[in-house]
């Protein structure tokens, strides 16, 4: 694989920050700033931060063909090239996680480190369920069951429980306006993406932030990630779906610590 993508950048991107690149691949059904918002800021303090939103995310208008794994991270790597970035660290959240994986073993010349969050490298029985029933959701254009199911599902236990009636109604509006116009898509791509192969060809310190508490992602998924990527670290947060909202902290200090010792 050559060292530069040849692929015309055609996705809405974002660039916020100064110092070693860092790319960001959000999950389904949300955005960039949807996806890594709580944390965006602080990443941006450290490193030259850019990100892509999938089509039907953001500005990326929707796609008129079924998305795949390989046109997400041409993209991603489309946006380093586009911003200068002939080196970076790549950060993958859930559905992210594939499309960060396949940016790796395609440029193992170029990705320093990989941080992959709540991912998985293909769907088990309750990805490939919980991705049909939100796909299924996300085209009946209902929003508020949509966000009922969201929530339901990507919130942990202790976040969910701990929230008063009123902030719990606040936050299904909040999901119901900011649900992605390409959810359907990205999320029947969850349902249908395998990245097995490429694990072992995986040349780049990982971390894999297993989320503990996680009702959309199991954490078999996630260690078979740890245990297969060849010397993959493994650290567990006690959230559900959603680190960076639960435990904004904890997941920046997990990262950027682990950055610091194998990014330049």
């Not at 976040?159 to 606040?170: D, G």
């Not at 954490?219 to 559900?240: F, K």
């Amino acid at each position: 694989m050559s060292s530069r993508n040849l692929v015309e950048t055609t996705f809405a991107r974002t660039r916020l920050g100064s110092g070693p690149g860092l790319l960001l691949a959000h999950g389904a059904g949300s955005s960039l700033a949807g996806t890594y918002g709580p944390v965006l800021e602080a990443l941006a303090a450290r490193y030259t931060v850019v990100g892509i939103d999938y089509p039907g995310s953001g500005d990326t208008p929707r796609s008129t063909t079924a998305l795949s794994v390989d046109d997400l991270a041409d993209q991603l790597i489309a946006a380093a090239d586009a911003e200068g970035l002939d080196r970076f660290a790549v950060s993958g959240y859930s559905l992210g996680g594939p499309v960060a994986i396949r940016a790796a073993t395609r440029h193992p010349e170029r990705v320093t480190a990989l941080v992959l969050t709540a991912a998985f490298p293909h769907r088990d029985n309750r990805l490939a369920l919980a991705s049909s029933v939100w796909s299924k959701i996300a085209a009946s254009g209902d929003r508020e069951l949509l966000a009922e199911f969201l929530l339901l599902m990507a919130l942990g236990s202790q976040a969910l429980e701990s929230m008063p009636s009123e902030q719990l109604q606040q936050t299904l509006g909040y999901a119901a306006a900011t649900a992605a116009d390409g959810s359907s898509e990205q999320t029947d791509l969850v349902g249908r993406l395998d990245v097995r192969d490429d694990l072992t060809a995986i040349t780049a310190p990982t971390l894999v932030i297993s989320t503990t508490d996680d009702r959309l992602v199991s954490t078999a998924l996630h260690r078979h990630l740890a245990d297969t990527i060849p010397d993959a670290q493994l650290a567990d947060i006690p959230t559900g779906h959603l680190p960076m909202l639960e435990r904004t902290d904890e997941w920046l200090q997990l990262t950027t610590d682990f950055l610091g010792k194998h990014h330049a």
